[in-house]
């Protein structure tokens, strides 16, 4: 199976200069805990929940005055539609990483992520193993 056979479309997506509270009230609408960052259709970043509570709330940064780009984790792994869905969960429990934005032509197309594999029965022993390998612990920073 390939990955445009399983990814989301239609992704939503903010820019780097986008406010912290407004990528928020993104995650809250659309029921999300990341937003790819683009800039021009291009994937430059991504930010998480977890990126807003730990590099913006916790340390004090106004959320509302403070871009997206001051926050979000760059030098992102991406992967084409057709590449093979077993390359694609190997890779994402080889680099801990449980969403993966979609390129192609250097323009954001999906995401795919761990929940669209865990949907489908064909996967059963990759997601336990990308599972596996998303779940090792890691050194704190």
Same mark, same amino acid.
């Given at each position: 199976?390939?990955?445009?056979?399983? /990814?989301?479309?239609?992704?939503?997506?903010?820019?780097?200069? +986008?406010?912290?509270?407004?990528?928020?009230?993104?995650?809250?609408?659309?029921?999300?805990?990341?937003?790819?960052?683009?800039?021009?259709?291009?994937?430059?970043?991504?930010?998480?929940?977890?990126?807003?509570?730990?590099?913006?709330? !916790?340390?004090?940064?106004?959320?509302?005055?403070?871009?997206?780009?001051?926050? /979000?984790?760059?030098?992102?792994?991406?992967?084409?539609?057709? /590449?093979? /869905?077993?390359?694609?969960?190997?890779?994402? +429990?080889?680099?801990?990483?449980?969403?993966?934005?979609?390129?192609?032509?250097?323009?954001? @197309?999906?995401? @795919? !992520?761990?929940?669209?594999? !865990?949907?489908?029965?064909?996967?059963?022993?990759?997601? +336990?193993?990308?599972?596996?390998?998303?779940?090792?612990?890691?050194?704190?920073?």
């Amino acid at each position: 199976m390939k990955v445009k056979d399983i /990814m989301t479309t239609n992704v939503t997506y903010v820019e780097p200069n +986008a406010s912290i509270v407004d990528t928020a009230k993104l995650m809250q609408q659309h029921n999300v805990g990341s937003i790819p960052v683009c800039d021009k259709g291009s994937v430059v970043g991504m930010v998480t929940d977890r990126d807003i509570v730990v590099r913006n709330i !916790a340390i004090g940064k106004n959320p509302q005055q403070t871009p997206v780009s001051d926050i /979000m984790t760059t030098g992102i792994t991406s992967v084409s539609p057709d /590449m093979e /869905m077993s390359q694609v969960t190997k890779m994402m +429990a080889d680099s801990q990483i449980r969403r993966v934005p979609v390129v192609d032509q250097n323009n954001l @197309v999906g995401i @795919v !992520a761990l929940g669209d594999v !865990a949907i489908d029965a064909k996967f059963d022993t990759e997601v +336990a193993e990308t599972l596996t390998g998303i779940s090792r612990p890691s050194k704190p920073q």
